[in-house]
């Protein structure tokens, strides 16, 4: 392991993580190797933990211009995600905090408590016109930390209390915690959900996503929102050629069993520190068919590892893409996953009164 992690020291063990080394951010000016230094002295090995840090958010709502994008706003109550997905589009961003997008992106996490508060300030701006806001767009809010520090709990009693549009990302089953709010919001059309499925296959999903609920959790999250009435969206993101994309039919065929009303793909993406860490991974993981996975990926995003261009980068092109998207779309209207849902109510926003607010005769 030691040859493939230079940046790690040696008494460390990364276990149960995705990324296999902790390269320095494309901002840092210098690169940290370990090496032996020839004394030959007892190291105690130990683990490597996660580290959680606090940040007093500024602000709440992040906006976007991407036309690849159905939604132009979003709230993240996290920076960087322990679930340790190798293939993250997110883990550049843990760049911007002087991070490795490597191992610190899944293991030096950042909480963002008090960002309730910071968002009931913003949606109460006199400016401010209502448009369905996107959760768990960067990192996952029901990553394992929030189960203690509670930060998309926060963000939800806010939205709930404002009756606003929402649309939830994740692949963590503590969604199911918060039915309390969640369901009453889906009843008046408020709430979608999408719960992301890469593969069926336990040990493949342990070491894509090694810190992530199991695929049978996950379809039985599923199961769980939808039987209160939540509609819930399956995303098979992303699509591994070579790796996964074997599995689009039987994923559409379980997901539609447990509940699911819609699907939709997203072609597997590499940016910037992304693709030499999931090119160590699949060359580790996967040695017989790593130059086969590798150069599918190429071949579809333009003989690079990724195309950045808007319209290509969520779907690729070329043969290979259009073959998937055609056996998408076959499968998902056998399973009646390809009907169209209603838009997310927007007329319903309603600011709640504060304490000293005179209230409405009507």
Same mark, same amino acid.
Not at 39 to 46: K, Q, T
Not at 59 to 78: I, K
């Given at each position: ?21 902790? %390269?320095?951010?494309?901002? %840092?000016?210098?690169?940290? %190797?370990?090496?032996? $230094? ?42 960087? /995600?322990?679930?340790? /997905? ?19 992106? %899944? ?25 369905? *806001? ?11 930390? !929030? ?27 503590? *969604? ?24 069926? $296959? ?45 599995? *689009? !039919?039987?994923?559409? !065929? ?44 190429? $071949? ?56 000293? $607010? ?5």
């Amino acid at each position: 392991m030691t040859a493939r992690d230079p940046s790690l020291p040696r008494a460390i063990r990364p276990r149960a993580r995705g990324a296999l080394s902790n %390269e320095a951010g494309r901002f %840092e000016p210098a690169r940290h %190797e370990a090496f032996d $230094d020839g004394w030959h002295l007892p190291e105690d090995e130990r683990l490597l933990r996660t580290e959680i840090r606090h940040e007093r958010p500024r602000s709440a709502l992040a906006y976007n211009r991407s036309p690849d994008l159905p939604f132009d706003r979003s709230v993240n109550p996290y920076r960087g /995600c322990e679930h340790g /997905c190798i293939y993250c589009f997110a883990r550049p961003s843990h760049a911007w905090l002087n991070l490795s997008p490597g191992l610190d992106f %899944e293991t030096r996490l950042i909480a963002r408590p008090g960002i309730g508060a910071v968002l009931n300030r913003e949606l109460r701006a006199k400016g401010y016109k209502v448009a369905p *806001i996107a959760l768990g767009t960067n990192t996952d809010p029901y990553q394992p930390i !929030e189960a203690q520090h509670r930060v998309m709990r926060e963000v939800l009693e806010v939205l709930h209390a404002f009756r606003h549009p929402t649309a939830i990302t994740t692949k963590g089953t503590l *969604i199911g915690r918060d039915l309390d709010l969640l369901a009453p919001m889906a009843a008046q059309g408020l709430l979608r959900v999408g719960i992301s499925i890469t593969t069926l $296959d336990p040990d493949l999903a342990r070491r894509l996503e090694p810190r992530a609920p199991s695929p049978a959790r996950r379809l039985q999250a599923i199961r769980t929102l939808s039987d209160a009435g939540i509609p819930v969206r399956t995303m098979v993101a992303p699509v591994i050629p070579g790796l996964t994309d074997h599995q *689009i !039919e039987p994923i559409l !065929e379980a997901v539609a069993g447990a509940g699911a009303v819609a699907a939709s793909w997203i072609m597997l993406r590499l940016p910037l520190e992304v693709a030499p860490l999931f090119r160590a991974w699949v060359e580790h993981h996967h040695p017989d068919r790593a130059a086969k996975i590798l150069a599918r990926i190429r $071949d579809i995003h333009g003989g690079r590892d990724y195309d950045p261009a808007f319209g290509r980068r969520m779907r690729g092109m070329g043969i290979w893409s259009d073959l998937i998207a055609r056996r998408f779309q076959l499968a998902t209207a056998r399973h009646g996953l390809d009907r169209p849902q209603p838009r997310l109510r927007c007329d319903l926003f309603r600011p709640p009164p504060r304490i000293g $607010d005179q209230l409405s005769l009507f």
